[in-house]
């Protein structure tokens, strides 16, 4: 089957709009040919205006079409070749451009769930020597040879790692993600240090998926919101070479992240916060979002990235964009008409 040459060069039209640099592709189903469960795709093109990306693999071994090339930066848009016995067009949208990896499936594949999907369910461990609680979530129809995107949910001050108290991702995510939930020791993270006890529960907490189910340890996430924020970034700094990406809503800087602190490397980041926040200020939040910024070499100048009111940075490092969603209005609250779904479109595309 070919693919629709009108099609095909209106996508092109499009991200040549946005393109400033090259990103990656819009995901491990999205890239430039075929979708991957779990065999690696094949590349898109390098730049805007590039050459076709090149054949991937679909689940059942035929060999997808390259696509076009996916314009770069934070808004540019890949279309994928075809794939999956016959193939299809990819989704527009996300970072497209370089090849997503191929995905790293855990010691976990293949071992059959020790607990129901699509609910969240309640698990302890020993932590730092004590016994510390989280929760977990796996999607509906959970198939235990899928290396899945794990998302790592961290609650506010007063909440706990049950779903009332998060962003609730899982709406969004819906088939494509694991959730962990930590739960805090006291009302909150102790999220102000270097050296937090909660850190070590974020690696345990990972061994624990990692050995359980079937977890794409190249991409896994850190969301919150408010204290959860805070603690999101603290993760992207000190496990930068883990987590792939954080997400955040009304965070800030904590003392120690400062320019020249030891972060662990490169991290993608979307921030939303309110400018009339009360509690965690909207100054504290452009700080955060400045140190990033930094670290991965963003420009100045942004553009619009749905859904509104968020904006993406240009020139970012090849495969580390920033978004920042800053809303009027709304004070010290969740979002959940905003945050989910900014959330998930954000990781989705790694």
């Known amino acids: 089957m070919q693919v629709n040459r009108a099609l095909l060069q209106l996508a092109a039209c499009i991200a040549a709009m946005a393109c400033t640099s090259a990103g990656r592709s819009p995901g491990a189903n999205t890239g430039g040919g075929g979708r991957v469960q779990p065999s690696a795709a094949g590349s898109a093109g390098d730049s805007c205006g590039g050459t076709a990306g090149s054949a991937g693999s679909s689940p059942a071994g035929a060999t997808g079409a390259g696509g076009t090339a996916g314009a770069g930066g934070a808004l540019g848009t890949g279309v994928a070749g075809s794939g999956e016995a016959g193939g299809m067009v990819g989704a527009l949208g996300g970072n497209g451009g370089g090849a997503s990896p191929a995905p790293q499936p855990s010691a976990g594949c293949g071992m059959t769930a020790p607990e129901t999907p699509a609910q969240f369910v309640k698990h302890s461990l020993i932590s730092s020597g004590v016994s510390r ?32 108290s998060n962003v609730p991702i899982q709406n969004e995510s819906k088939q494509d993600a694991i959730i962990i939930a930590p739960q805090s020791k006291g009302s909150c993270y102790e999220n102000q240090i270097r050296n937090s006890p909660d850190v070590i529960l974020f690696d345990d907490t990972l061994k624990y998926a990692e050995a359980n189910y079937c977890v794409d340890q190249s991409r896994v996430f850190a969301m919150g919101y408010s204290a959860g924020s805070w603690m999101s970034i603290i993760l992207g700094c000190e496990r930068g070479g883990t987590v792939r990406a954080h997400a955040q809503v009304s965070g800030g800087l904590p003392m120690f992240i400062r320019p020249g602190a030891d972060c662990r490397g490169n991290v993608a980041a979307l921030f939303i916060h309110d400018t ?55 004070g010290h609250d969740r979002q959940d008409s905003l945050a989910p779904a900014a959330i998930w479109k954000f990781f989705s595309q790694f």
């Open 133 to 164: 609680d989280f929760y977990t979530y796996l999607p509906a129809n959970y198939d235990k040879q899928k290396p899945y995107r794990t998302i790592f949910a961290f609650h506010p001050c007063g909440g706990s790692g049950s779903p009332s």
């Open 276 to 330: 009339l926040d009360p509690t965690n200020t909207y100054n504290g939040g452009v700080a955060a979002r400045d140190r990033v910024l930094r670290v991965d070499r963003c420009g100045s100048d942004t553009m619009p990235w749905a859904p509104a009111p968020c904006q993406a940075y240009q020139g970012c490092k090849a495969g580390f964009p920033v978004v920042w969603c800053a809303t009027t209005g709304n």
